[in-house]
């Protein structure tokens, strides 16, 4: 049952909290690598006000001590460890917090493991093995995804990413950066999980910042992929590419938010004036059906912005439209409507859909858009308890509708401290008659904290 993981990972976190002991001291079971790493995405003041980077604050300037030790061996056992085999060579082992891989209809419960090993040959650029291993439990299927990953970003304004592998998850590779200040409004194509799939991959990814305010990601991709519902089905072989461009417009005062050189430096939930356009192209390289067509071409236009009313309260929202050139080869794009957070996740809450059925589509367009308040202290915020640490509360409104007659609207509220982690619940429906209640945990904290998701 969903609420009884919910709960399970309370008390999970519950464990991560301060905790006083011998009279003054106060001990965490992170250690200062992981304090250190979380804190490179903290924003500047008065941004860093949430209860969030509040707890990474304290953990940091009071976990030292005479227990520093055995807290760090608790953060080994939770979150795994990097071991520096020589200056160039590393190993790093996921910990048991890091069991949990998802959770979906299909599959029902994922548990999953994940070991890496790097060679750094020089500052920015890395080589990467990562062998993750899952295992479904409703569907009591083994899975072992394997990945060679290149990067190569000597700069702060760019990266490239060469990967190859086999997996029934991700085929393209965003940094710990991009993941957590959601540098991307719809998520980079190949980042779908389409768990009955296996597929064979070769992805090459560039991110750069062309001006100060201007940057692109493009990504061209070859998979060749298997059905594993239908082992019978052959192997269909595909291409894929993807051009992306977002302008920030910070610089001409449209914003309060304080002005940074790039906008991944923004606090989480918080996002400059950007306008985005992206083009997608499909082709597959063999076809099944003797009617399918064997290339789409999508075009989108997306804009988002955020305004602070204080540090504590802000509004942010984003539209993004699409519409299909060329159709009849399925696009990647609308299928995020189909992913759903988790009833635990480690993506935010605030830029994913809690509810929804499955939409996809072939042809047409769409428009879809979201609202996230956050309002400090609402309600439950203002009891003693939650209001000593920093507990805050949002409410979110999505909504999508296409000109094929499919539509969803949802509302929700969720609390918790900051972007790190929230507690939210969720109401959809499509007006229809169809909807649908949930409960959701989103923990982006586990997230920072995994040693195998340490890119670069």
């Known amino acids: 049952m969903p609420i009884k993981r919910i709960l399970f990972y309370l008390l999970i976190v519950f464990t991560l ?23 490179r995405m903290q924003p500047a003041s008065p941004f860093d006000l949430d209860g969030g980077y509040r707890l990474l604050s304290a953990w940091e300037s009071l976990s030292r001590g005479d227990s520093a030790e055995r807290t760090s061996k608790l953060a080994e056992v939770l979150f795994g460890k990097i071991y520096q085999l020589s200056p160039r060579w590393e190993l790093g082992i996921d910990g048991v917090a890091n069991l949990y891989g998802g959770a979906n209809p299909y599959d029902g419960l994922i548990l999953a493991y994940e070991l890496v090993g790097a060679y750094k040959p020089s500052q920015g650029v890395r080589l990467v093995g990562r062998s993750a291993h899952r295992y479904a439990l409703k569907r009591k299927r083994y899975q072992l995804d394997n990945h060679l ?30 993941e957590f200040s959601e540098a991307y409004i719809t998520p980079l194509g190949g980042t779908n999980n389409i768990n009955h799939v296996e597929r064979d991959y070769l992805t090459l990814r560039n991110a750069l910042y062309l001006t100060s305010a201007l940057r692109s990601s493009l990504e061209l991709r070859y998979e060749r992929r298997q059905d594993l519902n239908d082992l019978l089905m052959p192997r269909t072989k595909s291409l894929h590419g993807e051009l992306r461009l977002a302008y920030d417009f910070s610089s001409y ?40 067509r064997s290339t789409a071409q999508s075009l989108e236009l997306s804009a988002r912005m955020s305004y602070a009313f204080t540090p504590y309260r802000r509004i942010d929202w984003a539209v993004v439209g699409e519409t299909i050139l060329r159709g009849g080869a399925s696009l990647e794009s609308s299928d995020f409507l189909n992913l759903p957070l988790g009833s635990i996740d480690r993506r935010p809450i605030s830029n994913t859909w809690s509810t929804g059925r499955h939409i996809g589509l072939s042809e047409g367009s769409w428009l879809w858009g979201r609202v996230n308040y956050g309002g400090g202290r609402l309600a439950l915020a203002h009891i003693p308890v939650l209001r000593a640490w920093g507990v805050d509360e949002s409410l979110h409104w999505r909504g999508m509708l296409s000109n094929r007659d499919m539509r969803w ?23 229809r008659g169809s909807d649908e209640f949930t409960l959701r945990l989103s923990a982006p904290l586990l997230f920072l904290l995994s040693r195998a998701s340490v890119r670069y």
């Open 253 to 292: 005062g449209i914003s309060n938010l304080t002005t940074y050189p790039s906008a991944d430096k923004l606090p989480r939930g918080f996002f400059a004036p950007e306008l985005g356009l992206t083009y997608r192209w499909h082709h597959y390289l063999d076809r099944v059906e003797p009617t399918q």
């Open 149 to 178: 990953l290149f990067f190569y970003a000597p700069m702060r304004s760019g990266l490239a990413v060469l990967s190859a592998g086999r997996t029934t998850y991700a085929t393209s590779h965003a940094s710990n950066e991009e």
């Open 17 to 39: 909290c301060p905790t006083r002991v011998e009279g003054q001291t106060i001990t965490s079971p992170f250690s200062k690598e992981d304090l250190g790493r979380m804190q």
């Open 409 to 431: 609207f949802e509302l929700g509220y969720s609390i918790g401290l900051g972007q790190m982690f929230r507690l939210g619940t969720f109401y959809g429906t499509d007006l």
